[in-house]
T-cell receptor, first 108, second 115 residues
Framework: DAKTTQPTSMDCAEGRAANLPCNHS???????VYWYRQIHSQGPQYIIH???NNETNEMASLIITEDRKSSTLILPHATLRDTAVYYC?????????FGSGTQLTVLP | ETGVTQSPTHLIKTRGQQVTLRCSSQ?????VSWYQQALGQGPQFIFQ???????GRGNFPPRFSGLQFPNYSSELNVNALELDDSALYLC??????????????FGDGTRLSIL
């Protein structure tokens, strides 16, 4: 599975959009981009995934660049409960390979 | 709420002992994966079970073993416990091994402490 690069930490004001970037320059054609988040002391929570097209669900939007070498997870209206570690994962095999993720802190 | 339940939530063991952790998968899911998460790190893949057989394994020694039952629930067994086995053990279920784009859904884990 391709490796991903994410910023270590980010802050976002409550009510504003949180934009979390991820670089995956070695992604291959059949690898999906997944996003999970983990709130302290809980298991990772699935957010969204995509292959080529932008995706949106009730939690977030996923924007994948045309060359697929990077993506952005967008939380449209961040709340305090969105404070968590966000993991960007590129996957084709059975397993999910987690990196260090981005610690997102939503500030009041 | 993913519907994936793990038991127990916390467990304390001593070095050399054996432990069994349990996982009930989300309804309709037939694949179970296990992960180990050490403090301050991301989860690391241990192995996956599909149709009651191991279907992929990470870089973990043979003393880590598992089972999957006909109802798709699963167990993780660890023998000869070492201090470094102290971690959060996570179970994730998903639908159909053949469709690798199906997301895995995690339980809240078992916190294992080795004294």
């Amino acid at each position: 599975d391709a490796k991903t690069t994410q910023p270590t930490s980010m802050d976002c004001a409550e009510g504003r959009a949180a934009n979390l970037p991820c670089n995956h320059s070695t992604i291959s054609g059949n690898e999906y981009v997944y996003w999970y988040r983990q709130i302290h002391s809980q298991g990772p929570q699935y957010i969204i995934h995509g292959l080529k097209n932008n995706e949106t669900n009730e939690m977030a939007s996923l924007i994948i660049t045309e060359d697929r070498k990077s993506s952005t997870l967008i939380l449209p209206h961040a709340t305090l409960r969105d404070t968590a570690v966000y993991y960007c994962i590129v996957r084709v095999s059975r397993q999910l390979t987690f990196g260090s993720g981005t610690q997102l802190t939503v500030l009041p | 709420e993913t519907g994936v339940t793990q038991s127990p939530t916390h467990l304390i063991k001593t070095r050399g002992q054996q432990v069994t952790l349990r996982c009930s998968s989300q309804s309709g899911h037939n694949t179970v994966s296990w992960y180990q998460q050490a403090l301050g790190q991301g989860p690391q893949f241990i192995f996956q079970y599909y149709r009651e057989e191991e279907n992929g394994r990470g870089n973990f020694p043979p003393r880590f073993s598992g089972l999957q039952f006909p109802n798709y629930s699963s167990e993780l067994n660890v023998n000869a416990l070492e201090l470094d086995d102290s971690a959060l053990y996570l179970c994730a279920s998903s639908l159909a091994q053949a469709f690798s784009n199906q997301p895995q859904h995690f339980g809240d884990g078992t916190r294992l402490s080795i004294l």
